[in-house]
């Protein structure tokens, strides 16, 4: 058995088959995929550009340490309310014209925020940027999960996470070049220049197809088929997923017209209570999942390093502006060239493995960063070696993330909900992900002042090591499944694994009577 056996809890029955064919790219969808998720640059480049603009913005404009943490921080809680709205306008408005809208709010917010003059000002800005990073968040992996084959829907749905870390890196890169210009229009020019990335992704967007989810939940079977067809690998499959999205809309799977009555559906407020007031034991197993892969992903500390990487380098003994801007570069380098790995990995690998793996690493980095800051803070000397391993793991905890945990919160949780549920579920998980990274962005700096930055991160450490057994326990598989399909493996908590295998056992049979019928 393989380490990726071992983590996944079984082994797979494909392993073990060698001629099976590889499916087939489909470039409409990969293109879709893609155009959908540069919307998550506006939060990656945000991110990323607050982490060295901070640095000025408290120079220039005489902030205190928790002013700074504020600002920062603050754009995650107000993307908690972008987050919750978006949920209810995507499935009113559409997917599509939910990143248009998307776009549009966080070119004001980046406009407002480069015309800053003093707090108050600047959290304004904060606020009307938070609302469109919210919205952008919830939509892109949901609209993306809607529109992959099964087939490439985890090589797809890690597009945002792929994005995200773009934007980190671009922000980072903004940070340095601007870094030369006066005090007063330096950090101006690095937060206004976002506003140029989101008019071109709201309109880039206008080219791109509603998702069919959407279409046959409002009826419009005729241009959910055309679009299906283009983004699936055969019109065998268009023609399974059409038929499985319209049993769970409640609609005939015989019916062929185009446009038909759509059962009425469950208002708003009965979904929310679905989901959370009186759930069944699939829901419920489903939200713990999904909302709780979000808790987890952040509350390990990425934003922490991220948000305040120059605060860290300067901790371990980089003291130069440039030198700590060009050291967090290569943290931006790092997070996008490892998020390749989960990308083209997701599909191969599956969820599992590739979590735990990640996670399991994080765990050991973040203690080894926690110990060679203790000793460099205990010296009274600079220590060489402790400084080397500091930033070592620094680079090796973003590596480690963005090689599994970073894209999988997106891809699961984008997963698991029903589809009657799918866009309040998600919604769900990302304010979870914005409210941890808010809390951490917010409390980091009086949080190391209060317990030591090596502290700090040993308690991120403990949180991390919880999250890989919560995640051995109660994750399924997800890997190949059909979305509808998928919400089968939900409902026993620790008895998935039957469940999974029950499919396999079944899907062996319908091929065995397939080749008998030949």
């Known amino acids: 058995m393989t380490g990726a056996s071992f983590f996944s809890g079984e082994v797979s029955v494909d392993a073990f088959n060698t001629t099976k064919p590889k499916p087939k790219r489909n470039k409409y969808a990969f293109g879709c995929a893609l155009l959908a998720s540069m919307n998550s640059i506006l939060l990656g480049y945000d991110t990323g550009v607050l982490s060295g603009a901070a640095i000025y913005i408290k120079k220039d404009l005489h902030f205190s340490d928790v002013q700074i943490e504020i600002i920062v921080g603050i754009i995650n809680i107000f993307s908690l309310l972008g987050c919750t709205v978006a949920g209810r306008t995507s499935d009113w408005i559409g997917r599509r014209y939910t990143m248009v809208l998307a776009g549009i709010i966080f070119f004001l917010g980046a406009i407002l925020m480069g015309c800053a003059t003093n707090f108050a000002f600047l959290m304004v800005g904060r606020f009307v940027a938070g609302l469109g990073v919210g919205f952008a968040m919830m939509i892109a992996p949901v609209y993306t999960a809607e529109v992959a084959p099964a087939s490439s829907r985890g090589f797809l749905t890690s597009f945002p996470e792929v994005f995200i870390n773009a934007g980190v890196l671009l922000g980072y890169v903004s940070n340095f070049a601007f870094a030369k210009c006066p005090i007063w229009l330096g950090w101006r020019l ?307 694994r039957k469940t999974l295998k029950d499919l396999k056992a079944k899907e062996a049979a319908e091929a065995k009577n397939r080749e008998s019928d030949v």
């Open 190 to 496: 690095m937060l206004g220049i976002g506003a140029i990335p989101s008019v071109a992704l709201a309109v880039f967007v206008l080219y791109m197809p509603e998702s069919p989810r959407w279409l046959v939940m409002n009826g419009q079977i005729g241009k959910a088929r055309v679009v299906l067809e283009k983004t699936s690998t055969s019109k065998e499959e268009a023609y399974q997923r059409l038929s499985d999205i319209k049993e769970a809309a409640g609609i005939d799977k015989d019916c062929n017209d185009d446009v038909v009555e759509v059962p009425k559906r469950t208002n708003e407020q009965a979904v929310w209570k679905e989901l959370i007031l009186h759930p069944t034991p699939a829901v419920r197993h489903a939200a713990i999942t999904g909302i709780g892969i979000h808790f987890f992903q952040q509350a390990c500390g990425i934003d922490a390093v991220v948000l305040y990487s120059p605060r860290i380098f300067e901790k371990a003994g980089i003291k130069s502006d440039d030198k700590k801007l060009l050291a967090t570069i290569a943290v931006g380098i790092c997070k996008t060239l490892f998020i390749l790995i989960s990308t083209f990995q997701l599909d191969k690998i599956g969820r599992r493995p590739l979590m735990l793996t990640s996670m399991g690493g994080m765990v050991i980095a973040l203690f080894v960063l926690a110990g060679s800051l203790t000793v460099i803070n205990l010296s009274d000397h600079s220590v060489g070696w402790a400084v080397g391993l500091a930033i070592f793991a620094v680079y090796a905890f973003v590596s480690i993330f963005s090689s599994g945990m970073g894209p999988i919160a997106w891809v699961y949780s984008s997963e698991v909900f029903p589809l009657r549920l799918r866009a309040q579920g998600c919604s769900m998980g990302v304010a979870m992900n914005r409210a941890m990274s808010g809390i951490i962005g917010m409390t980091f700096l009086s949080m190391y002042k209060a317990m030591t930055i090596g502290g700090a991160f040993t308690l991120f450490g403990v949180i991390a090591a919880i999250g890989w057994v919560f995640m051995y326990t109660m994750f399924p598989e997800t890997q190949g499944r059909n979305l509808e399909e998928i919400e089968l493996l939900f409902g026993s908590y620790f008895g998935w």
